[in-house]
């Protein structure tokens, strides 16, 4: 345990902490009697490596609930073991809420060898107001002591202790919390100790590891004690399921169901009433025809017309404002937004409720123990024409019927209403459909090619469209489209200004481009890809994992590749289909009079796997990806004479064979001999027109092995005459029937480059 703080160093740390008007934002005191001491382990090697420069050797937290008053001890202890950890260790910051938490520091201290350094007497101590939560405009009030260490150096072990006073007042006397049992980085010992009244009603439950506590008597309290040594890091897979626990956690609380934590919040909300200011917009919405379009005047008003900006700080943190003050100053978070709803659609003769979600554990909230602090989302449930609807306040330009309009994905919901039983199931999610359809066109073979893509969304991405739409000035987002097309198109140039049309019935947003591209020749190899497909086909950062694998759902992409020639395309139908546990994947190429049509779809089967099913899903999604464009020669079919069949009698055959010889020599004698040597010097040009062995699919050099692709790439040169260098692995496309390796080739110098097909085969 840390020494006692001596005398100068209280005194000149209160003078600090005084300096500013006001209350103090801290004071220095011994640490409180009831806290155990703990020392880290001093016989621990010093460690070569560690996170940050930094060895964690102890972390203790110590809590002692009493009816309306908490107390957290924290006291730490890490090693500095190289540079990095010089910088990463000089400095401290203590977070805590001034409007109800006192922060009382008891001592920071540097053991350097056998010295025992005060390093409070000389640390530059800062009170900072940081709202960490800004750019989630919410504003939180809370105050960081931040203390800068002035001597540190490699080999030094800094520990600190200080204790927070005092409980958010809008959970009355109960108590809740929740404490972690490992953190990101190794902890050589980690302790949790909790005391409580032996007459409390606490409820505790261990996630993500099996650690029960160990359990005593102490006098007229209970002592509950997770103490673990040598905890290796937790986390890190990342692409987790809601409600998958990456680390193991402990949870604590007083309240005994569902039912309790819904009573609670409805007594603290205001009462969801209108005021004289908000008679006019409702006299105006009570003249729309039928509940529903009044319902959506008053959504569209609350989620549009009110911004979101939460100001959180105090009880509020939880406790909503009430719906003529949030009226009146058009801002409000997710809580003060939501009652306002509730209050226009009650006005309105609408049954509704304000509800509580949470955004992190989804529908694993069921199996976690009541407590108001397992919320951290409010919505709205409302009864429109006997029909019920689950709708976010904050969703803002949200458009479409209410049956159109996804309904949040946070699977389980508690209403804050007296009567509330238990938490309520929300509808299954429901995909936002993306379908696009982008079309090449050739008109002539030489003149200007035209791309148009257009594009249609629903849900959510018709949601976030509009924002684009609406933070971004048209001119931009052209610019920017036409950015990422040139990556395909170098020549491209805009043939019109971006259209987009809105279907107020189905919320569906519709977006057209239409592009001018340079000419185009006939043979000439063009590259696709299906983008929207292609970009959420992402592997896992981690892919042999302890934890179940989290993945896009529900999901729902269409794209269509559609390239109009002048003539019949001469390439060949295809199809193709994976599919793992979680996601199917087909491609359908077919041609369809002058045009060669390619149709993907990605559809997404379940929102996560378990570890094994994991290594499967990830090469799924390896041959999808491989799938999800293709490489064609722009080229028509010619027309081809009818074959005559046998003829089945010798005759026949010398009949047809002087007919043919007679013809021939009226033909020569009638200047046949000039269309001869024409046609000689035609197919010549062709000959040297056309594409060298391997530089197109129907060139294709055969090689019996990937080695020998190689070679032949290198003795490729480009027409600047510097050689030319694989750009990556062979890729697979199919060609007439078969199937044919593209090697692409690139060159240093003029960033040119082409590329090389191959048959493999004896």
């Not at 199996?367 to 029909?387: M, N, Q």
């Not at 299906?530 to 086909?537: M, T, V």
Request: some cysteine; aromatic content about 6%.
């Amino acid at each position: 345990m840390l020494p006692p703080i001596p005398l100068v160093t209280r005194a000149l740390l209160g003078l600090a902490a005084a300096a500013g008007a006001g209350t103090p934002a801290y004071r220095v005191a011994p640490a409180p009697a009831w806290v155990t001491p703990v020392e880290w382990d001093r016989s621990h090697p010093p460690s070569s490596e560690g996170s940050d420069g930094l060895e964690l050797l102890l972390a203790d937290t110590q809590i002692r609930a009493a009816p309306g008053e908490v107390a957290r001890f924290l006291h730490g202890a890490r090693r500095v073991v190289s540079a990095a950890g010089v910088e990463n260790g000089s400095e401290l910051s203590i977070d805590f809420e001034p409007s109800y938490e006192r922060l009382v520091l008891h001592a920071v201290t540097v053991e350097r060898g056998s010295r025992r350094l005060d390093a409070l007497a000389a640390a530059d101590v800062r009170v900072l107001q940081r709202e960490t939560e800004l750019e989630r405009r919410l504003y939180d009030g809370r105050l960081t002591v931040h203390l800068i260490l002035k001597g540190v150096r490699v080999g030094d072990v800094v520990e600190w202790a200080f204790t927070v006073r005092g409980t958010n007042p809008i959970f009355g006397r109960r108590y809740a919390d929740r404490e972690a049992l490992a953190y990101d980085v190794p902890a050589d010992r980690l302790l949790v100790r909790l005391l409580v009244p032996a007459s409390s009603p606490l409820r505790f439950a261990v996630h993500g590891a099996d650690l029960p506590p160990r359990v005593s008597r102490l006098g007229e309290e209970v002592e509950y004690l997770w103490d673990r040594s040598g905890v290796d890091a937790a986390g890190g897979e990342g692409d987790l399921p809601a409600g998958v626990d990456e680390s193991p956690w402990v949870q604590l609380s007083e309240w005994r169901d569902w039912g309790e934590v819904a009573r609670w919040a409805a007594s603290i909300a205001p009462p969801a009433e209108t005021s004289p200011a908000m008679a006019a917009e409702l006299r105006r919405w009570r003249a729309l025809p039928g509940p529903e379009a009044r319902a959506l005047a008053a959504l569209r008003f609350v989620q549009d017309e009110v911004r979101y900006l939460g100001i959180e700080m105090g009880a509020h943190s939880h406790l909503p404002r009430a719906p003529a003050e949030t009226f009146e100053r058009r801002y409000g978070d997710c809580k003060d937004k939501s009652l306002l709803l509730v209050a226009f659609l009650r006005a309105l003769g609408i049954e509704a409720d304000t509800a509580l979600v949470s955004t992190e554990a989804g529908a694993a909230v069921e199996r976690r123990l009541p407590s108001p602090l397992e919320f951290d989302h409010v919505v709205v449930r409302a009864r429109v024409e006997g029909r019920a609807y689950w709708l976010d306040p904050t969703r803002s330009l949200e458009r479409g019927r209410l049956a159109a309009r996804p309904p949040p994905e946070h699977g389980r919901a508690l209403l804050v209403r007296d009567d509330a039983g238990g938490l309520e199931r929300l509808p299954d999610p429901a995909a936002s459909p993306v379908q696009v359809l982008t079309s090449f066109s050739v008109p002539r073979f030489g003149r200007p090619a035209a791309l148009k893509v257009t594009t249609r969304l629903g849900g959510h991405q018709a949601t976030s469209l509009r924002r684009t739409l609406a933070d971004t000035p048209r001119a931009d987002l052209a610019r920017r489209y036409l950015d990422f097309y040139a990556r395909a198109f170098p020549s491209i140039r805009p043939a019109g200004p971006i259209e987009v049309s809105e279907d107020e019935g189905s919320g569906e947003v519709v977006m057209t481009e239409r592009y001018e591209l340079a000419p185009v020749s006939a043979g000439e190899e063009r590259s696709f890809q299906a983008e929207s497909i292609a970009a959420a086909l992402e592997e896992p950062e981690t892919v042999l994992r302890r934890l179940p694998l989290g993945v896009s759902y529900p999901l729902d992409l269409r794209e269509t590749i559609r390239i109009e020639l002048p003539g019949p395309p001469d390439l060949e139908p295809d199809h193709r289909r994976f599919e793992s546990a979680a996601a199917v994947f087909t491609r359908d190429a077919t041609v369809q009079g002058n045009a060669f049509v390619a149709e993907f779809r990605l559809l997404g089967r379940r929102p996560s796997l378990e570890p094994p099913e994991v290594p499967a899903h990830v090469s799924a999604i390896r041959q999808m990806r491989a799938h999800a464009g293709f490489s064609v020669p722009l080229a028509v079919r010619s027309a081809q004479a009818a074959r005559p069949g046998p003829a089945p009698l010798l005759f026949a055959a010398l009949l047809g064979c002087g007919a043919v010889l007679y013809a021939a020599a009226l033909w020569l004698g009638g200047g046949g001999a000039k269309e001869l040597a024409r046609r000689a010097r035609r197919r010549a040009f062709a000959r040297k027109m056309a594409a060298p062995p391997g530089e197109a699919p129907a060139t294709a050099i055969r090689v019996r092995s990937t080695r020998e692709m190689v070679r032949h790439a290198a003795r490729r040169r480009c027409a600047c005459g510097a050689r030319l260098a694989a750009a990556g692995s062979p890729e697979q496309v199919r060609f007439d029937g078969r199937e044919v390796e593209v090697l692409r080739l690139r060159c240093d110098r003029c960033e040119g480059g082409l590329p090389l097909y191959f048959v493999v085969g004896p």
